[in-house]
Antibody, heavy 122, light 106 residues
Framework: EVQLVESGGGLVQPGGSLRLSCAAS????????MNWVRQAPGKGLEYVSV????????YYANSVKGRFTISRDNSKNTLYLQMGSLSPEDMAVYYCARVSAGTTLSGALDIWGQGTMVTVSS | DIQMTQSPSSLSASVGDRVTITCRASQSINSYLNWYQQEPGKAPKLLIYKASSLQSGVPSRFSGSGSGTDFTLTVSSLQPEDYATYYC?????????FGGGTQVEI
């Protein structure tokens, strides 16, 4: 079964850091670009970041640029999001998602994880 | 950044109704437009990609159309399980922006 499972969410103080993980299974992870998308409570979807299948190319939304780092370990079939300088505006459910077209950075997202909640509060 | 505007933001419809949701891009995005369905408390699900291609496993009552700046998602006969929020997303250029969503109430 094709599956993405996020972990690492939790409560963090403003200014703190957190690393999210996304474990992939059921497909050749190294053949697909991967994304992080977030959703604040009661709000819509916000694109956060994308990484190419080989990890060479990345892109970040302006709202997280310089604070978040996306990475992947194809040997472990795992995607990461290192988040720093967190503020209450970063509080959201974070989803990882696969690009359906494979290596392109800008395709539709066909497989999503269940999400992990990040709460930023003192 | 390309802005995506959905309308309406919410709608109420009966089982069996034909429902249409529109999405407008702030500039031409050719056919690089996707539609997602998100049920309450669940992850989004891809319905339509490249404006009109039905994702595998999605019921044929869902269809998409449009190109350039104006797009439409149509549900030909609304079913109880279609209660959800629907989002459009452009994949023409980064950042790959989403519309604000349309909540469909049965």
């Amino acid at each position: 079964e094709v599956q993405l499972v996020e972990s690492g969410g939790g409560l963090v103080q403003p200014g703190g850091s957190l690393r999210l993980s996304c474990a992939a299974s059921g497909f050749t992870f190294s053949s697909y670009a991967m994304n992080w998308v977030r959703q604040a409570p009661g709000k819509g979807l916000e694109y956060v970041s994308v990484i190419s299948n080989n990890g060479v190319s990345t892109y970040y939304a302006n709202s997280v640029k310089g604070r978040f780092t996306i990475s992947r370990d194809n040997s472990k079939n795992t995607l990461y999001l290192q988040m720093g300088s967190l503020s209450p505006e970063d509080m959201a459910v974070y989803y990882c998602a696969r690009v359906s077209a494979g290596t392109t950075l800008s395709g539709a997202l066909d497989i999503w994880g269940q999400g992990t909640m990040v709460t930023v509060s003192s | 950044d390309i802005q995506m505007t959905q309308s309406p933001s919410s709608l109420s419809a009966s089982v069996g109704d034909r429902v249409t949701i529109t999405c407008r891009a702030s500039q031409s995005i050719n056919s690089y437009l996707n539609w997602y369905q998100q049920e309450p408390g669940k992850a989004p699900k891809l319905l339509i990609y490249k404006a009109s291609s039905l994702q595998s496993g999605v019921p044929s009552r869902f269809s998409g159309s449009g190109s350039g700046t104006d797009f439409t998602l149509t549900v030909s006969s609304l079913q109880p399980e279609d209660y959800a929020t629907y989002y459009c997303q452009q994949t023409y250029s980064t950042p790959l922006t989403f519309g604000g969503g349309t909540q469909v109430e049965i």
